[in-house]
C-alpha cells in the first residue's frame, strides 16, 4: 500500500524517505529507489497531487539572465569591470553597459566603479560555459554608496521580497530605510543605525521561519512591536 510519510511544507534531509509504494511520483529533488521515494537534497516538501517535490533551501546562487543582482568589483581592465556576482562565477561589465557616457580609450574606469564598489545590475547573457555579462542601463541599477550590506540564502529571496514587494515594501516602512535584495542573496539597506540592525534583524527572522505558515503576519507583528507602528501590509 503507498503512503506519503512526510507532511506538506516539512524540512527533510538527503536520503529521508518520503514515501512508500508506486503510487506516487518523485518531482524535483527526489528520486525513486525501488518502492521508495527518498529526498535529494536538503529542502522543503511540495506535495502536488500524487508528485512529490522539493523547494531548495540551501545551496549557492546559479546565475540567470534578467536577474537584478548586487556585485562588487573585483577587477579593471582595459575593457571594463570583472564583478563578483556571489557565485560560482565572475561577470563582466563592459564599458558600454556601465554608463551612457562615452568613454574614451585609456581613461580612468576608477572614476565610474573602483575596486570594492557594489553595483546593482542585471544579467543580460549567460552562456553554456557560464560566462556571464551584465548591464547598468536600466530602471534601478545603480552604484551604491554607504550603508549596511548582508547575505542571505538565495532561495530565500522570494520571501524577504513578498509577493509583489510586500514584505519589503512592509519593512522599508516600519524602519524608513532604503533596501534592495539581490536575487543573488546579497541586501543592501541604508538608514539610521538602529534602523539597520533592525532590518537585518527581521530579515534573518524571515530567514529562520520561511518555510512556516503565516509568515507575513508574525513579520508585521513582530515589526509592530519593535517600532510601535500601525502598519498595512502590501504596502511597497
Not at 46 to 58: A, H, N, V
Not at 85 to 107: C, F, H, P, V, W
Not at 136 to 155: A, D, F, N, T
Not at 191 to 196: F, L, P, T, Y
Request: net charge positive; aromatic share 6%.
Amino acid at each position: 500500500m503507498s503512503k506519503i510519510l512526510v507532511k506538506n511544507k516539512e524540512i527533510v534531509v538527503p536520503g529521508e524517505v518520503l514515501a512508500e509504494g508506486m503510487d506516487n511520483l518523485p518531482g524535483l529533488g527526489t528520486y525513486r529507489a525501488g518502492e521508495q521515494i527518498l529526498a535529494a537534497r536538503l529542502g522543503l516538501t511540495y506535495i502536488d497531487g500524487r508528485t512529490i517535490k522539493l523547494i531548495q533551501l540551501s545551496g549557492r546562487y546559479t546565475p540567470k539572465k534578467n536577474d537584478t543582482i548586487i556585485c562588487k568589483v573585483m577587477d579593471i581592465n582595459f575593457s571594463g569591470w570583472r564583478i563578483d556576482t556571489n557565485s560560482a562565477y565572475s561577470a563582466m561589465l563592459s564599458m558600454r553597459e556601465a554608463t551612457s557616457d562615452y568613454i574614451q580609450k585609456g581613461a580612468d574606469l576608477t572614476q565610474y566603479y573602483n575596486l570594492g564598489d557594489y553595483v546593482v545590475a542585471q544579467i543580460t547573457n549567460v552562456t553554456s560555459q557560464n560566462l556571464i555579462d551584465v548591464t547598468m542601463k536600466g530602471p534601478g541599477l545603480h552604484k551604491l554608496q554607504g550603508g549596511r550590506m548582508i547575505e542571505v540564502s538565495p532561495y530565500k529571496v522570494p520571501r524577504i521580497i513578498g509577493k509583489q514587494g510586500s514584505m519589503v515594501g512592509m519593512i522599508k516602512q516600519a524602519t524608513d530605510c532604503r533596501i534592495t535584495v539581490g536575487q543573488n542573496g546579497r541586501v543592501w539597506m541604508q538608514g539610521g543605525a538602529d534602523s539597520e540592525l533592525l532590518v537585518e534583524k527581521t530579515i534573518r527572522k524571515i530567514e529562520a521561519e520561511s518555510h512556516l505558515a503565516g509568515l507575513t503576519e508574525r513579520i508585521q507583528k513582530f515589526l509592530e512591536k519593535e517600532t510601535g507602528k500601525k502598519l498595512e501590509v502590501g504596502s511597497r
